[in-house]
Structures are given as structure tokens and as C-alpha cells.
């Protein structure tokens, strides 16, 4: 054991977070009541609420500024008409991702790397995301399908990190992950497991006693790869319960999207990376935004973004400044853009 020092960490947090994920708004009405919106300001477009509806857990409403449309918390999630728009160029899959996916629930692009769709779902509907078009149906895994996974995982020597990804992994109950990890430590050549997850920033009573237990005596290096993409969204809890990740042994790094009315100017990123710290989390990637269908209003330009970065090198200690990438279908690993 990583000499776990759990006494932060909520006791009834357990059943609290499954009570959060079955109590989510779904309903735009809801949203704009809870939020004291005035509802003329910006109908839901009906169709994109339809193809990918709303969801968000009610934590993380909380962090949105009452009466605000502009709040950058509700525009990541709110169903909006712009996304209605067909533009050329935007396609469902910007990642050829389904070439890679040869085996259900299982993509291996990179050397050393796998990545387990261990989720069928997400606890929240980022509008931009871009696996929104994913086949989830047709990637859920049964306990077998998921061992054919694992077995297949074995055979490759060459394998080092195991990087569970989503939907969302830790929307899995504790038993389903505990199972997973035991079947992970299992593979000898395997030294790091990475998950990487928006629970524990929109529902931080994810991150559960018996959660951190689990991650701390597993025999593999543990890497929590956290998505935030705004300091409002990292309130005191979320603060509270990354102290006591890291001071369990675990890396925590966050990864973010760059995105148009969201984050799209220095104040925010700086705000964003100096937020971080102070939850002990470090920034990793910043992504450009893939040309998926439905997300044209959230695209920023890759030399914008670009000045961005170099606007924030200029302020903040190196370490502070994320690594802004984007994946190009081919590569043979993310693409570094700054
Ligand atoms: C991003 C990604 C990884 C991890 O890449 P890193 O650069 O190591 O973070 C692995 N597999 C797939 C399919 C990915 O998309
Ligand atoms: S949590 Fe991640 S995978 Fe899920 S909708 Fe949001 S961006 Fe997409």
C-alpha cells in the first residue's frame, strides 16, 4: 500500500455518486429553472438534444453562474441550434478511430499503448466531444468480450500502459474496476495503468474510499489523466480529493479542448493551469478541437490557438504551460502544435 492517508475523503461518498449519476438533468427546462435563465435567451436546438441529449450531473451545475447564457460551464453542455448546421469537412469519425477498433471496445494506435473503452456512457454530454458519434451500443463488453480484451493485451510484449478511456471508466461500479485491475496487474510486462476520466470533475464523491484504496494497492504505476477545461469547474471538493490522490501515490494530470467561447483567451488558460496546481494536478494536453459534426461553433484555429500558447509560456513556469496537440489520423502519436 501507497500509505494511504484517506480521512479527507467523504465516507458515504459510495453510494452518493450513483445516487448523483441516476439523478441527472436531462431536461433543457430543467437546466433553465435551475439556472434562473431567462428561457427566450437560447432555445434548445431539438435535434441535437434528440442525436446527443443533455446530461449533466447536478454538482456540476451548481458551478454555473445563475442567469448567465454565457456561463463557459453551460455552453459545454447546453444543446444548442448552432450545432443543427451541416458544414462540409466535419465528419462523425475525425479520428478514423473505427480502423483501429478491430476488436470491440479496444484501440491500439500507438507503441506501448492500449486504450480499453471501458464505459458505455459518460456521466456528462460534452457538446464537443468527439467521440459523441461513437458506436457505444456496439463497444459494450460483456465480462467475456472484456477478458478476449485482456487476453489478446497479454500476447503483447511490447505493451506497458494500459489506458482505460471511455465513455467514461469510472462510470463502472467499484466491483466491475476492481475486477478490470486485478486482470491488468495480471499481465506481467504491464507497469502503468492510466484512466483517464471526467467523473472526478463533475462528480468529485466519484473518487470514493474504497476507489482510492483500490488504486493505491494496485501493483501498477496509476496515472489519473483528469478533463477539465475551465477553473470554475474545480471547486473545493474537486480541490479537496486530488490533494488526496497525489498524496496517495497517484499522477494526476489533466488534459483539456481548446474551445471557441469556453477557454479561447489567456486569462482562462492561465487560470486554468494555476487552479490546477493548487489541486496538485499538472496540465498534459490541450487539444484542438477534431472537425467533428455538430461542434463547428466550439473550433478554434490552429494558429490562434498557437499564440495562445505562446502568450502563456510568457506568463507562467513552464510546467504550467499544457502541451497543445491534435490528432492526425496516421501519426504515429499525437501531433505537437505548441
Ligand atoms: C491519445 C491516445 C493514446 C495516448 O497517447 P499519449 O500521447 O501517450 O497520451 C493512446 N491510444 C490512443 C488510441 C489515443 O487516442
Ligand atoms: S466526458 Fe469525455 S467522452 Fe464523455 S462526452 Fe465528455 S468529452 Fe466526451
Known amino acids: 500500500m501507497k500509505n494511504p492517508a484517506l480521512k479527507l475523503i467523504d465516507t458515504d461518498a459510495a453510494e452518493k455518486w450513483q445516487q448523483i449519476l441516476a439523478d441527472l438533468i436531462t431536461d433543457p427546462k430543467d437546466l433553465v429553472e435551475f439556472l434562473a435563465l431567462d428561457p427566450a435567451g437560447r432555445p434548445p436546438g431539438l435535434k441535437a438534444q434528440q442525436d446527443f441529449p443533455l446530461r449533466v450531473p447536478r454538482p456540476f451545475a451548481e458551478r454555473m453562474e445563475k442567469g448567465n447564457w454565457q456561463d463557459p460551464l453551460l455552453r459545454q453542455v447546453w444543446p444548442d441550434r448552432e450545432e443543427e448546421q451541416a458544414h462540409p469537412g466535419l465528419v462523425t469519425d475525425p479520428l478514423a478511430e473505427a480502423g483501429f477498433n478491430q476488436q470491440p471496445g479496444l484501440i491500439r494506435k500507438y507503441r506501448g499503448r492500449a486504450l480499453l473503452m471501458a464505459a458505455p456512457h459518460c456521466a456528462i454530454h460534452c457538446r464537443y466531444c468527439f467521440r459523441r458519434h461513437f458506436d457505444y451500443q456496439a463497444n459494450t463488453l ?24 471511455g465513455g467514461d471508466p469510472l462510470a463502472n461500479s467499484d466491483a466491475q474496476l476492481a475486477w478490470l485491475l486485478e486482470q491488468l496487474a495480471s499481465i506481467p510486462q504491464l507497469t502503468t495503468l492510466r484512466i483517464h476520466s471526467r467523473l472526478p470533475v463533475v462528480i468529485p464523491q466519484r473518487m470514493s474510499r474504497e476507489l482510492l484504496a483500490m488504486l493505491s494497492n494496485c501493483r501498477l504505476q496509476t496515472v489519473l489523466v483528469i478533463h477539465s477545461n475551465h ?54 494536453y490541450l487539444h484542438l478541437p477534431d472537425q467533428v459534426a455538430g461542434t463547428r461553433h466550439f473550433l478554434v484555429d490552429a494558429d490562434e490557438a498557437r499564440a495562445l500558447i505562446a502568450a502563456l509560456r510568457s506568463q507562467l513556469p513552464g510546467y504550467l504551460v499544457p502541451r497543445l496537440v491534435q490528432e492526425i489520423p496516421g501519426e504515429q502519436s499525437k501531433t505537437l502544435l505548441a
Open 231 to 284: 477553473s470554475q469547474e474545480l471547486d473545493a471538493r474537486c480541490q479537496e480529493s486530488f490533494a488526496e490522490l497525489a498524496a496517495n501515490g497517484i499522477t494526476m494530470l489533466n488534459q483539456a479542448v481548446i474551445l471557441k467561447g469556453v477557454n479561447d483567451n489567456v486569462p482562462a488558460l492561465k487560470a486554468l493551469s494555476e487552479r490546477l496546481l493548487q489541486c496538485h494536478v499538472l496540465p498534459y
Open 142 to 165: 460483456s465480462r467475456a468480450q472484456w477478458q478476449q480484451s485482456i487476453d489478446s493485451l497479454r500476447q503483447d510484449l511490447q505493451l506497458r500502459e494500459v489506458i482505460l478511456s
